[in-house]
T-cell receptor
């Protein structure tokens, strides 16, 4: 597509429920990143996919968080048993090569009540 | 480790005022430096970048110079507009080929007419 597409744009969920967030990167971009933006905080790296390589999961805050990328394209970030501290904007970005910057999606605002 | 520190916000200015948002970094390698902007309700957009010492990135009237001696990449604009109201993020790629960007905490800028 023309840009990075994320869905849903907003998600309100009850504490303890599972949620899935979707990212559709720019066609042909081999690298895909998930970041989390909490209120008043910077961007926190979560996970990175590059081609067929094993993902870099070093930023995932707990084992309740997982992500997959199917066919080298669409990615899904799953949060199990959501907690109130999971409330944040989850940003996805993709890039073609290492040197440049990222192209970000508009994010999914997750609110856990 | 690698890190980025930005001046704390929020910053409020009048239209046509001069802007400086400070950014300093620590990095073990030779980083590339970036400024991203996030307009209300949108994802982050790359504003400008510099890949080596003394490079100056510029875009939309904004400038930033890569200063290795002071490990800084301050964002400047001579005359701001209301439309510049946004959150600005400084970021670095620790070295060429590094997979992840490291972001500062963001600085919210509000321009009043």
């Amino acid at each position: 597509g023309a840009g990075v597409s994320q869905s849903p744009s907003n998600k309100v969920t009850e504490k303890g429920k599972d949620v899935e967030l979707r990212c559709d990167p720019i066609s042909g971009h081999t690298a895909l990143y998930w970041y989390r933006q909490s209120l008043g905080q910077g961007l926190e790296f979560l996970i990175y996919f590059q081609g067929n390589s094993a993902p870099d999961k070093s930023g995932l805050p707990s084992d309740r968080f997982s992500a997959e990328r199917t066919g080298g394209s669409v990615s899904t970030l799953t949060i199990q048993r959501t907690q109130q501290e999971d409330s944040a904007v989850y940003l996805c970005a993709s890039s073609l090569v290492y040197r440049g910057g990222y192209t970000f999606g508009s994010g999914t605002r997750l609110t856990v009540v | 480790g690698d890190s980025v520190t930005q001046m704390e916000g929020p910053v409020t200015l009048s239209e046509e005022a001069c802007l400086t948002i400070n950014c300093t970094y620590t990095a073990t390698g030779y980083p590339s430096l970036f400024w991203y902007v996030q307009y209300p309700g949108e994802g982050l957009q790359l504003l400008l970048k510099a890949t080596k010492a003394d490079d100056k990135g510029s875009n939309k009237g904004f400038e930033a110079t890569y200063r290795k001696e002071t490990t800084s990449f301050h964002l400047e604009k001579g005359s701001v507009q209301v439309s510049d109201s946004a959150v600005y993020f400084c970021a670095l790629r620790p070295f060429q080929g590094a997979q992840k960007l490291v972001f500062g905490q963001g600085t919210r800028l509000t321009i009043n007419p």
